[in-house]
C-alpha cells in the first residue's frame, strides 16, 4: 500500500505554486505597463502623413500630393491637423486657391484680348489689301476658315500658358499630368459610354432651360449658322473641336485646375473645376453639359492619376456629337438609326454607371478638417471670386444681349 502524502508537504507545494503563479502574474502586469508606455510614447511622437495627413479613406491617395508645402508643422513629432485652420496654413491654402484662380482669369481674358486683336489685324490687313469696309471684311472671315483658325489658335494659347503657368506656380510638374495608372481599353470604354449618358442627360436639361428662357423672351443659343462653312473652315473646326480643344481644355481644367484646388479637399476641388470649366463655355446649355461631365472627368483623373483618361473621353464626346450633328443635319434619313444607337449606347452607359458605382467608385467624402479647408478658404481668395464673378457676368450679359 502505498504512503499517504505528508500534510505539511503538500500545504508547501500549494504555496510554491501560489507564489509563482503571482510571480508571472507581476512579471506580465509590468510588460504589459511597459509595452503601454511605450505605445503611449509612440502616439506621442508619430506625425500625420505628409501624403495624406487627413487620413481620408475614400481620397484618391497618389493625387493630391504632399501637403507639407500647405503646412509645414506636418514635420513636428506628434503633430496632427486639427479641425480648426491656424493662420500659417489658411495663408498658404488661400495661395492655392488664389493661384487657381489668377490663371483662370489669366485664360479667359488672353483669349478675349487675343481674340480681339487677331480680328483687328486681320481685317486692317484685308482692309489694305482689298479695301472695303470692316463689315465686309468680317462677313468674310466668318464664312471662310480664318475665324475658326483665330479661334483654335487663341485657345491653344490661352489654355496652355494658363494651365502651365499655374502648375508652375504652384509646384507642379506638368510630366505628374500624365503617369497613368491602372487605366485600361475595357476602363476607357466603360467611362466612354457612361460619358455619353451624361451627356445626353445634360443636353436635354439644356433644351428644357432653353424652353424656360424662351418664355421669357430670353434664348441661351448662339447663332452659329454660316461660321466657317467652306471646306477649309469645317475642315479646321472639325479638328479644333474633335481633338483640339479636349486635348487644351482637358490640360488648362484637369490638369491645372483640378490639381491646385486638390491640396486640401478633393470633393470641392471636383466641384470647383466643373463650375470654372462650365463658365468657360460662356452659354446656359454648354455649361450644364461642361459641369455634369466635369465632375466626372475630374472623378476618373484622380483615380488614375492622370488626364489621359478625361482626355480620351473628351475626345470621344466631342466626335460623337459632332457626327451625330453631321447626320441629323446632312443625312435626315439615318436620323432614326442614329438617334437609336445613340440612345441604346447612352443606356449601356447608364448600366456602366451603376457597375462603377457599385464597385466603390464614389466621390470623395470630406473629413471636418478637409471640410474647413475647402470652399470656406476659397472664397476667401479674392482672386478665386473674380476668376467667378466675371465669367458669370460675362454669360449674364451674353444672355440679355
Known amino acids: ?37 511605450k505605445n503611449i510614447e509612440l502616439l506621442k511622437n508619430a506625425t500625420a502623413d505628409k501624403k495624406h495627413p487627413f487620413d481620408n479613406p475614400t481620397d484618391y491617395k ?19 491637423i486639427p479641425v480648426e485652420i491656424d493662420r500659417v496654413e489658411f495663408k498658404n491654402l ?3 486657391y488664389s493661384i487657381g484662380g489668377w490663371c483662370i482669369m489669366l485664360q479667359f481674358l488672353m483669349a478675349l484680348v487675343l481674340s480681339l486683336l487677331l480680328m483687328s489685324g486681320v481685317q486692317l490687313v484685308m482692309k489694305v489689301i482689298n479695301g472695303g469696309d470692316g463689315e465686309a471684311s468680317y462677313k468674310y472671315m466668318y464664312g471662310s ?8 489658335l487663341v485657345y491653344i494659347i490661352a489654355n496652355l ?11 507642379y510638374k506638368g510630366k505628374s499630368l500624365i503617369k497613368t495608372r491602372d487605366f485600361t481599353f475595357g476602363k476607357g470604354l466603360q467611362y466612354c459610354l457612361i460619358a455619353l449618358f451624361l451627356w445626353l442627360v445634360s443636353v436635354y436639361s439644356g433644351t428644357i432651360v432653353e424652353l424656360i428662357l424662351n418664355k421669357f423672351g430670353l434664348s441661351c443659343i448662339v447663332d452659329q449658322t454660316g461660321l466657317g462653312e467652306s471646306p477649309l473652315g469645317l475642315a479646321v473646326g472639325y479638328v479644333y473641336t474633335c481633338i483640339i480643344a479636349p486635348v487644351t481644355e482637358e490640360i488648362m481644367f484637369r490638369g491645372m485646375v483640378l490639381k491646385v484646388f486638390s491640396r486640401a479637399n478633393q470633393r470641392f476641388a471636383i466641384f470647383a473645376s466643373a463650375f470654372f470649366f462650365g463658365l468657360a463655355h460662356g452659354n ?33 464626346i466631342n466626335t ?10 446632312k443625312l435626315e434619313a439615318y436620323m432614326l438609326i442614329a438617334t437609336l444607337i445613340l440612345f441604346g449606347a447612352a443606356l449601356v452607359g447608364a448600366i456602366m454607371l451603376l457597375v462603377f458605382r ?7 467624402a470630406p473629413t471636418p478638417q478637409q471640410h474647413r479647408r475647402g470652399r470656406a478658404v476659397a472664397t476667401s481668395s479674392v482672386p478665386f471670386m473674380l476668376a467667378a464673378t466675371i465669367q458669370i457676368i460675362y454669360m449674364i450679359h451674353a444672355l440679355v444681349s
Open 1 to 37: 500500500m502505498d504512503e499517504f502524502i505528508n500534510a505539511d508537504e503538500h500545504r508547501a507545494e500549494v504555496s510554491g505554486l501560489i507564489q509563482e503563479i503571482c510571480s508571472l502574474k507581476n512579471t506580465l502586469e509590468r510588460k504589459e505597463k511597459q509595452l503601454s508606455e
Open 145 to 152: 476658315s480664318i475665324l475658326v483658325a483665330i479661334n483654335m
Open 94 to 96: 488661400k495661395r492655392q
Open 161 to 171: 500658358t494658363g494651365a502651365f503657368a499655374g502648375l508652375k506656380w504652384a509646384g
Open 62 to 80: 497618389k493625387y493630391s500630393g504632399s501637403y507639407d508645402i500647405i503646412q509645414p508643422r506636418l514635420g513636428e513629432a506628434g503633430y496632427k
Open 320 to 329: 460623337t456629337s459632332t457626327i451625330f450633328g453631321l447626320v441629323t443635319d
Open 284 to 316: 446656359i446649355p454648354q455649361f450644364i453639359l461642361a459641369f455634369v461631365l466635369g465632375i466626372f472627368l475630374a472623378q476618373i483623373t484622380m483615380k488614375h492619376n492622370s488626364i489621359i483618361p478625361a482626355v480620351i473621353v473628351h475626345i470621344f
Open 358 to 364: 457599385s464597385e466603390g467608385n464614389r466621390l470623395p
